[in-house]
Every structure is written in C-alpha cells, then in structure tokens.
C-alpha cells in the first residue's frame, strides 16, 4: 500500500526555475490539516523563511477545490476535506547555494526544506517521494543522485523514494543533471561522488585522496561508520565556495579550478581548500548530525534554537577538517602550519574577537554571524574560527597536563574527549547538555579545565597559542598585513610602516571603504564604512594605491583623503598609524628538544622528523 503521505516532485518549468511539488496525504485532520514549511535548514543557523519562494499554492480532494487558508508566514490551513486531501505548490528555485534550491535547464538541486509541505501531527509518520524527469527537451539524459532510500528505479535513475519521517525527508538533498559521478570505499561503506558543472579535474585522484579521509575519520571515530552509503554532491562554479552537511551526504560548492589537474601531483591552495572543505563535512557526520547539542534535540524548525556550543560543533570540526590532511600525509607540516597561519589570521585580525565572547557568538548566530554589516569586523567573533583556536589550544593543554616521563606526548588529548562525547551521547542519540563539552573534557583527562574554559569561551582574552606550540616545537609569529589580499601564513616580504584601519574593495571604478576598524586611522579622521574614496594627497585614489599610500607612511604622517558619503564630498586629515601585528605564520623550530619533537609527531601523527 503506498504511504500515507506522498510527494511528488517535478521540475516543471526549468527556464523559469519552477519545481512544482504535489502533497497528497491519506486521512487528513478532519477539523482541517494544517500544513508547515521550515523556517530555517539545520547546519545553517539563520531564519530563512523558506516559504517565501512558494509563488503559487492550491488544495484539492477527489470532489474539487478545497479552500486554504494562510495562517502565518509559513503555516496553511486547508478546509475539511472529503477522503485524500492534494496540495499543490509551485516553488521558485534560483539560489544556487548548498542551503536552498536551484533549478534551470542544465541541471536542478533543492533541500527538502525548501520545497516539502510538512502535515502538521504527521512528522514522525513515513513519507514517500516520486521524483519524476523534467519534460524540457533540453533536459534530456538527466539522472538523480541523492541518499534517499530508493524504491523504483535503478540507480541514479529518476523513481520512488521513501523516508522514516519528515526529519530524514529533508536531510537528503537531491542533485539531478547530467553530472558525473565516481564510486570509493572506505570503511566498508560505498562512497560515491556526483559532480555538477563543467570542469576538466582529475575525479579519480579527488576520490582516492577522499577515500584516504573518509576512512581516516571513521577510523577516528572508533565505530563503524553510522551510514550505509555516502555521498558528495559537488557543484563547480567559477567562483564559488561552501559546504552544508547532511545524515550520509553532503552538498559542495566549489570554484572549478580547486579540482586536480589530470598528470599533476602537487597540492595546489585550491585543491587543498577543496579537501578541507570535503574533511570538514565529512566530519559533521558525527559532529552535529549525530552528536548534537540537546538544543538540537530534536530540531524545532520554526523557530531560533539557541544553544552556546556552536564553538565545539563547528569549530572543533573546523580544527580537525585540515589537521586529517596532515595526519594522512596528504600535505605536509609546512602547508599544514601555513593553513594554520592563516585560520589564527582569520581571529586575531579582528577587532570584535576583543568585543563578543564565544559562548555569545554561538549564540547569536541567528542575528549576527550569516547576517554580516560593515561593523561586524569590530563587533563579533565567528565560533567557526575562533572555535578552530581554542580546540587547537584545548588539545595542545590537554596533551601537556597529561604529560609524564614516560609519556611526554600526554596520555590523553582532544581526540580522547570527542570519542567519549559521542559514546555519552551521539552513539545513543542524546542530546549534549550546555555544560556537556567541559564535564566530558575534565572527566576524561583527570585535569582541571575551569580556567581554560572560562577563558577561551566566556572572556574576551586571547588564547596563549604561542606558548602553547612552542611545547610542540613550533613558533608562531605576528606581522602587519601586507596588502588587501595578505591571508597570513607566511613570512611577510615588506613589512609596511603605517595602516589605514580599513577594508577596501574597489568595484566600478570606486574606491570604497567595505569597513573601519575601531580606533584605526581612518575611524579616528572621522571617514566611515561606505564612503567612497575619490584623491589622497591631491591624486586619484585605486584601492591598492590608497592602502600602499598608508603602509609606506610613517606614524604621525598626515594623508589628505577626500571622499563621498553619499553625494556630500568630505575631505579629512588622516594622521597615520603604527599597524597592528594581525597575521599569523608559523614554522617549526629547527633546534626544537626531543621532547618538543616526540609532542610535535604525536600531534601530527607523524614520524619524529626535523
């Protein structure tokens, strides 16, 4: 007998970006169905209001029209019905991003949150899915590739789908096109890899390089991996960068050039981004899916669910995504501490990290970190990367405190804590409490990490990293940035004497001040985020010339800087500053102890080298 409640989907107009998605649903309520979209994706913590892209909407049984009624922005109320009740909607796909949906006449993706009706009482019941071949002649020879349990069809062919409950229904994205796709194992377990989007990367070597993570976190994990497939939907973009994990998938986008190049054995910056960004996700099969704040537990997706842990969910993913490429040997310890530079970079440049705590980050994501203004910079911390720092700092304390003669690498670290969370609580589905991360951590180890924590997450002071990798045989350095584009991570070549304080991007000709930081040149001269920059010092302003005008300047040098706020042209007098040392690069100590060294390989999971 086919289920109760079945969705049928159809790529209806793909020129005009339209998936239609038809409802029906046995035994209605009889005073009336209610019926829900979500109002935000999990992994994704912002209101997005899904149902916003529903362009058209309209009920039906085997008798006719049935009236509906919209309740609030997301909820519909359908009159009585007489026997099966129909709901047919029409949705608006054109977000080409991992978190919404996207549809035209190459090739079409959604989330189940961005087109599937939820029966209001009926979220724990089956579901199953019809996904039917778009009729577009342009269409032709389009499959689907998706973790949907299947029940018609071959694989990767177009059918039926079904789903425990409305929970699984919109953990399972689904890619359909003309992609191409490459099959791996690790762990037992089929793995596959569906890329979208035209490309000429060698597929084979990204699937043995992620074969070689893949079972590097199972293995990490300690368990057998808690799925029976796995996908990775990737879609290749000229410009483009993002991830959005799932039960046993994920959804990737990335610039096209990131892919290996056929014949070509190095680690480009873009190839190793692309395999950082595929760790992270994968880990997040764990990390969130499975062991979960007890705020997540379960969702509630129509509205904020607030919780403080963000910092350990994300950013102790975040630490552990790039620290998996060195541990495999897939980079080396220079490009590891380079990408390790760079995440330090992404903290200690911004002067919100001395403003917002991590705890209040976390839980302010649904307001501050994916709704970013110009005074973000000065306002906030992201618990991805700050989060990435104090994991680091967590594992490197836990590894000294547990330190002994005979173990000088320390008996336990991080790594002990995060497989004692997930038997506590992700093996057996229970929800980690608030304080969960911190009794765990303190339990397993033996020590006392009160103070640690009070720091790194509740205060605003930075993190002893550098005392802290100096034990490991590393030595991490401060620079000024050197241009707008310095990411940090390495030795800087000429190291500027004077700053703007400022962000500036340059579109269109103009030569704008993206943001300014707190206390900086350019704030105290009185000049804002938004003003546009025409002359300095009586000369037309570029952007890199307006920064290079600053950083061979002197501190106490003034620099004449006329502008527009709006079309008020205003001219100030900017006295130079010293810059700040805000980059990161880190290397190893070449005459480091056998100890430092022992640390060093036990954190890396490498031999004792240099």
């Not at 899904?50 to 009159?79: E, N, Q």
């Not at 608030?434 to 339990?443: F, I, K, L, N």
């Amino acid at each position: 007998m086919p289920a109760a409640i079945h969705y049928r989907v159809t790529p209806h107009d793909p020129a005009a970006h339209i998936f239609r998605v038809r409802l029906t649903l046995r035994d209605p309520a009889p005073e009336g169905q209610e019926l829900t979209m979500p109002a935000w994706i999990p992994g994704s913590y912002m209101i997005r209001d899904f149902s916003k892209h529903v362009v058209a909407i309209r009920a039906f049984d085997d008798h006719g029209d049935v009236p509906l009624h919209k309740v609030d922005k997301r909820t519909w109320r359908a009159a009585p019905a007489r026997g099966d009740l129909r709901v047919e909607c029409d949705v608006y796909a054109w977000d080409l991003s991992v978190r919404k949906a996207h549809l035209d006449q190459t090739h079409g993706y959604f989330n189940g949150t961005s087109l599937f009706l939820c029966p209001t009482g009926r979220e724990h019941e089956p579901c199953e899915v019809e996904l039917d071949a778009p009729e577009d002649p342009r269409c032709a020879g389009w499959r689907v590739a998706t973790t949907l349990p299947r029940v018609t069809g071959e694989p990767w062919s177009f059918g039926l789908f079904r789903a425990a409950d409305y929970d699984e229904l919109i953990d399972h994205p689904v890619e359909m096109g003309t992609f191409v796709h490459r099959r791996f194992e690790a762990g037992g377990v089929p793995h596959f890899l569906a890329v979208t989007g035209r490309h000429d990367g060698d597929l084979d070597r990204l699937c043995a390089d992620l074969a070689v993570i893949c079972q590097h976190h199972i293995d990490f994990w300690g368990d057998a991996a808690p799925m029976d497939r796995y996908l990775f939907q990737l879609t290749v973009v000229g410009s483009g960068y993002g991830g959005l994990e799932h039960r046993s998938s994920t959804s990737l986008i990335a610039k096209r050039d990131d892919l290996p190049r056929p014949g070509r054995d190095e680690v480009t910056d873009g190839y190793r981004s692309l395999l950082g960004l595929c760790s992270h996700e994968y880990f997040h099969t764990w990390n969130v899916k499975r062991l979960k704040p007890a705020a997540f537990t379960p969702y509630d997706l129509s509205r904020e669910n607030h919780t403080t842990l963000l910092w350990a969910f994300e950013g102790i993913t975040s630490y552990y995504d790039d620290l998996a490429l060195v541990r495999t040997g897939i980079i080396d310890t220079d490009s590891y501490l380079e990408l390790l530079g760079r995440s330090i970079t992404r903290v200690t440049r911004l002067p919100g990290r001395k403003v917002q705590t991590l705890a209040d980050s976390s839980f302010d994501t649904w307001i501050k970190l994916y709704q970013p203004d110009e005074n973000s910079p000065n306002a906030g911390v992201s618990y991805y990367t700050k989060g990435a720092m104090v994991a680091l700092a967590l594992d490197l304390t836990i590894r000294l405190g547990t330190a002994s003669e005979e173990r000088p690498a320390g008996e336990k670290s991080l790594d002990d804590v995060m497989r004692d969370l997930w038997q506590r609580f992700g093996a057996v589905g229970i929800g980690v409490p608030e304080d969960g991360v911190e009794v765990t951590a303190a339990e397993v180890t033996g020590l006392d990490l009160r103070e640690f924590f009070d720091r790194a997450i509740r205060s605003t002071e930075d993190l002893d990293l550098a005392g802290l990798l100096s034990e490991f045989g590393v030595a991490l350095h401060l620079r000024p940035a050197e241009g707008t584009d310095d990411k940090g991570g390495k030795p800087g070549k000429e190291p500027p004497t004077g700053s703007l304080g400022a962000e500036v991007s340059g579109k269109a000709g103009a030569v704008k001040l993206r943001s300014v930081a707190t206390g900086g040149s350019a704030m105290r001269a009185g000049l804002s985020a938004g003003d546009v920059v025409v002359a300095v010092d009586g000369l037309k302003a570029t952007p890199q010339g307006l920064v290079e005008r600053f950083s061979r300047a002197a501190p106490g040098d003034e620099i004449e800087v006329v502008a527009f706020r709006d079309d008020v042209l205003l001219q100030r007098t900017c006295t130079v500053q010293a810059p700040e040392p805000t980059h990161a690069w880190l290397e190893v100590i070449e005459d480091a102890s056998p100890v430092q060294r022992a640390r060093r390989a036990a954190w890396l999971h490498q031999e004792e080298g240099r």
